[in-house]
């Protein structure tokens, strides 16, 4: 990423992180993205609703900021394993919102050909390498691709996202475990919204911060506000920094909170509407950053109206482009299990 | 007085079955991931933990593997748990337990202790879930000895084959199909079993015998109504145990008819139609039959998440029509 100029940046040295460090533009982009990861699951939702979607999905409203802010250090060929809610890190990562939503349609112009859906958004051009239907099952590879980078000197970082559920198979521990021996460029982000489905934190895992379990593979682990872009992005940018420089692993503990179900079966008993509210009303991060950047100058209401209305109509054509496209012909069932060879 | 029966979900069946066998035996609980207060991902458990507690109701963390081994570790050691997946493809993350663990620690031990576990698995394609969600991945398992490996159809056998699963001194897998959850149908109030390893002849024929599991006996059931009307008169067997299985109430049929459809949902090689067709193979049943043997089953491909695909992975009633047509009137 480009710096801000020297004298912006003089002029910014008392403002949080990315305010110092990225350009008006670069966070005005910022915000967009993360409109377009909410209207783009909202729409999503709607889609589902109506019937046009079918399956279940498993939304990421309210962690924004996460993807946002991990992926904000990234190049595009560094790459990112993901989670069964993971719209949020392929936009983030340079997805397109209308090949997505070709996917959901079960279309051929979508990601995966209409073969994944939701849960296994992809975007492997732009270093994404897929969502994952088990729980933790990116992990491990996330370190395999670090590994690749290491012997193939590639250079690239890869990040692998989970969620708090994830850190209690055996899985994770195997693979933050070697990350660490074999000092791999990878960062372990564990996006902690309380709850695994039903599960909460408190009653399914054993330390009260998940960042404690860095130490058990002696790399750093670090906890920040998931909700707050800055915090996450400097933190991601640490742990970039740390892994390109060949110095190993991070863990990265992003909290944060999901504001629908855990899919669309969910009838949330297992928390309060209170504290749903809380989280939506006081914590929002988009609502966040969006004061930041009001605050700190970096964008005026008319500029905020300008994003939601581009941000709209890249939802909109998106849907109309995922409704346009083919879907796969049945007699093709059998592409794709093997190579095709010549 | 015959107990009174009721029309229930098949999910309902299974929850009645593990109420009872928690009310009748206090060392039967329930393990899983969200079990308790959100009643299981497809309701199965539903408001048991209200009934039980969260001491006979327990939320594991998501650890397959961990979960699984507890599980086995506590049927060793005098407790009769109930452990259930969230999906049965998360049996892969916990193979190590259920294949090298449950199935083998009697055997190795000479006989000193058993495992009387249960596990249930709920399985197969329909629901959108793609690829890892769908899976059917009994004949896994199936393979296996020191496991009994069943798959109810009814509603009725789900909740007498728990029951028996539960009675059953040995690891016990139940591969209960997705789509089933909300199939009604009458099921007695209180106790009562249906045994493990006894097929069940849903519905007798002439001139066709469609061996069928889970999911598939209903499809076979329902393909058999237009088959009569066109003069086809199709005997369905319900297998309902894959391990170990019952040889003899195939072998009669097949016999009667002289003609043999395999019909399932997994993958259609290297699974249960092949070790039903070998099995007629080498009975004496072979000497009766008059076409060769045929086996509907999955696509070889992993499950697609496009509708129509899916649908089109897995055999539906006009396949098993027209399959049945081809065989009687001889055009295979
Ligand atoms: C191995 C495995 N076990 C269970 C599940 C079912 N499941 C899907 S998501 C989920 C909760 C995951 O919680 P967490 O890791 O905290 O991620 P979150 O959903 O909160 O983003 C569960 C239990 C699964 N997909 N894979
Ligand atoms: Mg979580």
């Known amino acids: 990423m480009t710096r801000a100029s020297k004298a912006v940046t003089d002029s910014r040295a008392n403002l949080p992180f990315v305010y110092r460090q990225y350009s008006a533009a670069q966070l005005r982009e910022v915000l967009y993205k993360m409109y377009l990861i909410r209207r783009f699951e909202e729409g999503a939702e709607e889609c589902y609703t109506r019937g046009l979607i079918h399956g279940t999905m498993h939304l990421s409203i309210g962690q924004e900021a996460s993807a946002m802010g991990i992926c904000m250090p990234l190049a595009q060929d560094d790459q990112i394993t993901s989670t069964h809610r993971g719209h949020g890190h392929c936009i983030a990562k340079g997805a397109e919102v209308k090949r997505m939503f070709a996917e959901f349609f079960g279309k051929t112009t979508g990601y995966c050909k209409g073969r994944g859906g939701s849960m296994h958004i992809a975007d492997v051009g732009k270093g994404n390498l897929g969502a994952n239907g088990i729980v933790g099952g990116g992990i491990p590879i996330a370190v395999g691709a670090a590994l690749s980078a290491k012997m193939m000197k590639t250079g690239k970082v890869v990040v692998s996202f989970f969620g708090d559920g994830a850190n209690n198979e055996g899985a994770f521990h195997e693979a933050l475990n070697m990350a660490a021996i074999w000092k791999l460029p990878v960062i372990f982000v564990c996006e902690n919204n309380g709850y695994g489905m039903s599960t909460s934190t408190a009653r399914s895992t054993a330390v009260k911060n998940i960042a404690e379990r860095a130490a058990a593979y002696s790399m750093p682990g670090v906890i920040v506000n998931g909700n707050i872009f800055s915090e996450v992005a400097e933190a991601s940018h640490q742990a970039v920094a740390r892994a390109r420089a060949g110095e190993g692993p991070t863990l990265i503990e992003s909290k944060t909170y999901r504001h629908r179900g855990h899919s669309k079966s969910d009838r949330n008993r297992y928390r309060t509407k209170e504290e749903i509210e809380d989280w939506m009303s006081n914590r929002d991060p988009i609502t966040l950053f969006e004061s930041e950047l009001r605050e700190f100058g970096f964008i005026d209401n008319k500029g905020i109206e300008a994003i939601r209305d581009a941000v709209a109509q890249e939802i909109a054509d998106g849907i109309e482009f995922a409704k346009a496209s083919p879907s796969p012909d049945v007699r093709d069932t059998g592409n794709y299990v093997y190579t095709e060879q010549a | ?332």
């Open chain 2, 1 to 332: 007085m015959d107990a009174m029966v009721r029309e229930l979900s098949y999910a309902q069946a299974i929850q009645e079955a593990m109420a009872i066998a928690m009310d009748m035996d206090e060392r039967v609980f329930l393990m899983g991931e969200d079990i308790g207060v959100y009643g299981g991902a497809f309701q199965v458990t539903g408001d048991l933990v209200e009934r039980f507690g969260t001491e006979r109701v327990i939320d594991t963390p998501i650890s397959e593997l961990g979960g699984a081994g507890v599980a086995v570790g506590a049927a060793l050691t005098g407790m009769r748990p109930i452990f259930e997946f969230q999906f049965s493809d998360f049996a892969t993350l916990a193979m190590e337990q259920i294949v090298n663990q449950a199935a083998k620690i009697r055997f190795m031990l000479g006989g000193e202790v058993s495992v009387p576990v249960v596990m249930r698995f709920p399985a197969g394609s329909g629901t959108g879930a793609a690829a890892q969600h769908s899976q059917s991945l009994e004949a896994w398992l199936g393979h296996v000895p020191g496991l009994k490996v069943i798959q109810p159809a009814t509603p009725y056998d789900a909740k007498g084959m728990l029951l028996a699963a539960v009675a059953d001194p040995d690891p016990v897998m139940i591969f209960e199909h997705k789509l089933l959850y909300k199939m009604k149908g009458p099921v007695p109030e209180g106790y009562y079993t249906v045994p493990i390893g006894k097929a069940d002849i849903r519905r007798e024929g002439r001139d066709l015998t469609v061996v069928a599991t889970s999911i598939m006996v209903q499809k076979a059931l329902d393909a058999a109504v237009v088959l009569e009307a066109e003069g086809i008169d199709v005997e369905v067997v319900d297998l309902r145990t894959i391990r170990p299985m019952d040889k003899q109430t195939v072998i009669d049929s097949v016999k009667k008819t002289s003609r043999l459809m395999c019909v399932y949902e997994a993958v259609k090689t290297l699974g249960i139609g092949a070790e039903v067709s070998a099995m007629i193979a080498e009975s004496e049943a072979f000497d009766y039959l008059d076409a060769p043997i045929v086996r509907l089953g999955g696509a070889e491909t992993p499950i697609p998440y496009n509708p129509e695909l899916e649908k089109a992975t897995v055999p539906q009633i006009p396949d098993i029509i027209t399959a049945a047509r081809d065989l009687v009137r001889g055009a295979r």
